[in-house]
């Protein structure tokens, strides 16, 4: 018997990526920014250097605003009623922002203007983490990770998390303590770390009742990543490279 084809509707989450490692980024489609900054919930602040979000704290050193760990919650709600495009980075403390160069703060606004970067978008002061940029619609978001190592986790925690929503759904009626949620690691996402660099579909699935599958499909070269959504039931057409059980 030929076996029977998914359904999109079947898929919990779709998400692309494609991983420059030389340049320390990764560009993504069906990534938000909740799930980015829930994955980095732990940083003491964000510098914002496009928005439009208006309860900020401005640093007259720099002319540019952040936001700190305890308003991350009302930054994610102003943002899902009024998506716009973002540019953001970590930093540490205020005090930090105070030792940029003039260089260096021109060089925070070539990025933010451009979404690109003429050297390192790594600053010694702030020891950043990261860099985030998305469009208005999160059609297509690149980050720049310091270390590769936060690509990992970030892509694990997407499916966790996706995981964990899909099972409250469906044991609402059960008793919380009897549920044991299965999980990717990120060790387990770095073992495919090869495939990504090529461009793939990643598309999470339930399998039974207790075990999840990602399909993984490496997509052409020639791809825009800010169409992958968008030709979805194209691209499911295509034989999984690889299948990642959870």
């Known amino acids: 018997m030929a076996k029977k084809e998914k359904e999109i509707e079947e898929y919990l989450t779709h998400l692309y990526v494609h991983v420059n490692e030389v340049e320390h980024f990764a560009l993504f489609s069906g990534l938000s920014v909740q799930q980015f900054i829930r994955y980095f919930s732990d940083m003491p602040a964000l510098l914002l250097l496009k928005h439009q979000y208006e309860d900020s704290s401005f ?33 540490t403390d205020e005090r930090k922002l105070n030792m940029l160069s003039p260089q260096e703060q021109a060089e925070l606004l070539y990025i933010a203007h451009k979404k690109e970067t003429f050297r390192s978008p790594f600053f010694y002061h702030l020891q950043n983490r990261f860099v985030y940029l998305t469009d208005e619609g999160e059609r ?83 791809i825009f990543p800010d169409e992958v959504l968008d030709d979805l039931k194209l691209h499911l057409e295509k034989e999984p490279d690889l299948l990642i059980e959870i």
């Open 140 to 222: 297509i978001t690149k980050v720049y990770f310091r270390d590769i190592e936060d690509l990992n986790s970030l892509l694990a925690s997407i499916f966790n998390q996706q995981i964990s929503e899909k099972t409250k759904s469906t044991t609402f009626w059960r008793k919380k303590n009897n549920v044991i949620l299965p999980e990717i690691s990120a060790d387990k996402v770095e073992t495919y770390i090869d495939y990504y660099e090529d461009g793939v579909l990643m598309s999470l699935f339930k399998m039974n009742k207790i075990n999840y599958g990602i399909e993984i499909r490496s997509l052409p070269e020639n």
């Open 59 to 91: 640093n007259m050193h720099t002319q540019l605003e952040f936001i700190v760990q305890e308003q991350y919650t009302h930054f994610l709600k102003d943002y899902s009623e009024r998506p716009t495009a973002i540019c953001l980075m970590d930093f």
